[in-house]
């Protein structure tokens, strides 16, 4: 079997062209679809729904931390409740 140059490079430059025109196609609808999403709002509504997007995380986070602390609180009452038993015990029972 013997492999002639001018048939493989035939056939690079057919799979190379192939390639090209998809690329090109889809870099073709991908820049139409985000023109699309961009055109299809005004700049208000951006800045609506920014804002919006912008007090949803801000809600989320301080959601998140709040919990964190509540549970630090719980944890610190819990510790200060067994101390204060603790005392009141030794207490009673040293009269």
């Known amino acids: 079997m013997t492999v ?3 048939d493989v490079s035939e ?3 057919s799979s190379m062209h192939i390639k090209a025109e998809t ?3 889809q870099t073709s609808y991908w820049t139409n679809g985000v023109g699309f999403v961009f055109g299809a709002l ?3 509504q951006w800045m609506m729904l920014a804002t919006f997007l912008l007090g ?3 809600f989320a986070v301080n959601s998140f931390y709040q919990r ?3 549970r630090r609180e ?3 009452h819990r510790l200060r409740m067994e101390a204060q038993d603790k005392m009141i015990k ?3 029972s040293d009269k």
């Open 4 to 6: 002639n140059f001018r």
């Open 11 to 13: 056939h690079l430059v």
């Open 23 to 25: 690329v090109f196609s």
């Open 42 to 44: 005004t700049f208000n």
């Open 56 to 58: 949803v995380s801000t």
């Open 68 to 70: 964190r602390r509540d």
């Open 74 to 76: 719980l944890e610190f």
């Open 90 to 92: 030794q207490a009673g």
